[in-house]
């Protein structure tokens, strides 16, 4: 066989294998990630697209992770399950969709036909749910595969920025849908949000659809407070003393307390603070994620027609906060406060998890 016919042959070889290859985030067991070279994702199944990332977030989801929170994340599994990225490849079975396209990843893969599904929550898919960065490899890496493309992506309108989009992945949809919507902030309503983080902000914005009087912000970090004025809260409180918190919430409110106390934090102290500043009739809608359980205060609050609801992000929401971000009704990027390129991830997980320090709130990786 001639040389000059079988070393094209080799090259191509060798390209197609450095080819197959991927930079990712890796979770290397309980407080380990890594940065690794892994295998870069193909389509298996006729619904299935793989994304080529453009940029990426970490949530407080990831640190939970880290932290030993979440069990089922097995070690070597990539995380991250928001995003947005350029269509690479797609399932025979995938209409919606083509290579090319700049698409949104959702947090939630949802199938679109099982009994849940067929009920809009999403969240608890039979073949899906928060499986990204979970069950199955996540955004954090140069390409992530996605299964039930079709009704798990969504296109990136015109006029958007790349930030803004990143938002609508899952903060966006997480404080719109178990924050706002499950509390039924209704005009003229007094809100008060507990936790100034992401979540908490998605929230206060999105809160501001439905023309609260008041959005009374509460946190530990003056700076997160002071951002949120700038956001639409009214008011704010520093909770580092919780009964001077609750005594000035009952001040705020002619002694009535809140229609709506949103949860966006996940601790027995920040739920106590909400479970104690409702006035009767008034709504808890819980955010934040629970590690440990909280004390319900049941002797005081059955008399008080008060409502509980919990919840994970179903993304039902997604294309009608699309259109607000099309039409600048709300401009979710001022929640953006650092930017990464994507081989300095672990230092962006060092500013996020010191983020009070570094006056933290999104956090945007870049791929290009
Ligand atoms: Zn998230
Ligand atoms: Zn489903």
Redesign the pocket.
Same mark, same amino acid.
């Given at each position: 066989m001639c040389w000059s016919f079988v070393s094209p042959i080799i090259s191509k070889l060798f390209f197609e294998r450095r080819n197959s290859k991927m930079k990712a985030l890796v979770y290397a067991g309980p407080g380990k990630k890594e940065l690794r070279e892994v295998e870069k994702p193909r389509v298996v199944k006729d619904s299935d697209a793989v994304v080529r990332l453009v940029k990426t977030t970490i %949530?407080g989801?990831d640190l939970h992770i880290l932290g030993g929170d979440v069990p089922a994340v097995k070690e070597g599994t990539i995380l991250g399950?928001?995003g947005i990225g350029i269509v690479e490849e797609v399932g025979a079975g995938v209409s919606n969709f083509k290579g090319g396209d700049k698409v949104i990843i959702s %947090?939630v893969t949802s199938c679109g036909k099982c009994h849940y599904c067929k009920k809009s929550l999403y969240a608890h898919c039979e073949d899906g749910g928060w499986i990204l960065g979970h069950l199955i490899n996540g955004t954090q890496a140069e390409y992530v595969h996605i299964p039930h493309a079709d009704n798990s992506l969504y296109h990136v309108p015109q006029g958007i920025s790349d930030d803004a989009a990143v938002m609508i992945s899952?903060?966006l949809p997480t404080g719109f849908e178990v924050g706002v919507l499950s509390g039924q902030v209704s005009p003229g309503d007094v809100v008060a949000i507990v936790g100034a983080g992401p979540i908490g902000m998605s929230a206060l914005l999105t809160s501001q659809f439905y023309s609260p009087s008041k959005i009374i912000m509460i946190d530990l970090d003056d700076n997160r407070l002071e951002e949120s004025k700038k956001f639409g809260a009214t008011e704010t409180i520093n909770s580092r003393d919780a009964q001077a918190t609750i005594d000035k919430i009952f001040e705020l409110t002619d002694g009535r307390g809140v229609d709506v106390a949103i949860e966006a934090v996940g601790y027995p102290a920040t739920f106590d603070i909400c479970q104690r500043i409702l006035s009767p009739g008034g709504h808890l809608a819980n955010v934040g994620v629970h590690g440990k359980p909280v004390e319900l205060q049941l002797q005081d609050l059955w008399i008080r027609n008060v409502t509980i609801t919990t919840g994970l992000v179903s993304t039902n929401t997604t294309p009608l906060l699309l259109k607000t971000l099309e039409t600048g009704k709300i401009k979710p990027e001022v929640l953006v406060t650092h930017q990464f390129k994507f081989d300095d991830m672990i230092e962006a997980y060092e500013t996020f998890a010191n983020a009070a320090k570094e006056h933290a709130l999104k956090i945007i990786i870049d791929f290009q």
């Open positions: %949530c989801t399950h928001e %947090c899952d903060i």
